[in-house]
């Protein structure tokens, strides 16, 4: 008997490509162009952008277990979860608010808020190594996050309201 299953092998860059037109990546790149004050990457593209939220296996191994994140990490944090927020606000027209606590080490933790209502809590480490895989993983990431952000607030409408 032969097997007949098909492996599908999907280019990556195919992949990055389909996933620059997911709605949490067009929110994450609406958020740090809306921070773009100078005019500065008015020429860039969107995968430009988002270049510096890819950090390979190969690169993620390069760097030392233990490490204080720069502030330029910090603020892709920061972008990341306020994507988030940007992206639960279309969806349910309540506004969603991140707050992050970070130590200098980092580790610390960010929660996002809408009304009264903890949407999101979530306990962060080795945020110096912050980083996806691709921009696929990246937009999967986001989606998923947001995803269950909104079944939350489905789950207590009025508190998130309140």
């Known amino acids: 008997m032969t097997d007949t299953t098909v492996k599908t092998t999907r280019d990556p860059a195919v992949a990055d490509l389909e996933a620059l037109a997911t709605p949490f990546l067009q929110c994450l790149v609406?958020?740090?162009?809306?921070?773009d004050s100078y005019?500065?990457?008015?020429?860039?593209?969107?995968?430009?952008?988002?270049?510096?939220?890819?950090?390979?296996?190969e690169q993620r191994r390069a760097l030392p277990i233990m490490g204080d994140p720069d502030p330029d990490?910090?603020?892709?944090?920061?972008?990341?979860?306020?994507?988030?927020?940007?992206?639960?606000?279309q969806d349910t027209q309540l506004v969603a608010s991140p707050m992050m606590?970070?130590?200098?080490?980092?580790?610390?933790?960010?929660?996002?808020?809408?009304?009264?209502?903890?949407v999101l809590t979530k306990h962060l480490r080795d945020v110096h190594r912050f980083g996806y895989?691709?921009?696929a993983a990246l937009a999967a990431e986001g989606t998923k996050q947001v995803a269950?952000?909104?079944?939350?607030i489905e789950k207590y409408p009025e508190v998130a309201r309140a």
């Open 39 to 57: 005019g500065n990457w008015e020429n860039k593209t969107d995968a430009q952008i988002l270049s510096d939220y890819v950090v390979t296996k």
């Open 101 to 118: 606590k970070m130590h200098h080490e980092g580790f610390g933790r960010i929660i996002l808020t809408t009304g009264r209502l903890v």
């Open 148 to 152: 269950a952000c909104i079944a939350i």
């Open 73 to 89: 990490i910090l603020w892709r944090v920061e972008q990341f979860y306020g994507a988030i927020g940007l992206a639960i606000e």
């Open 133 to 135: 895989d691709s921009l």
């Open 30 to 35: 609406r958020v740090i162009r809306a921070q």
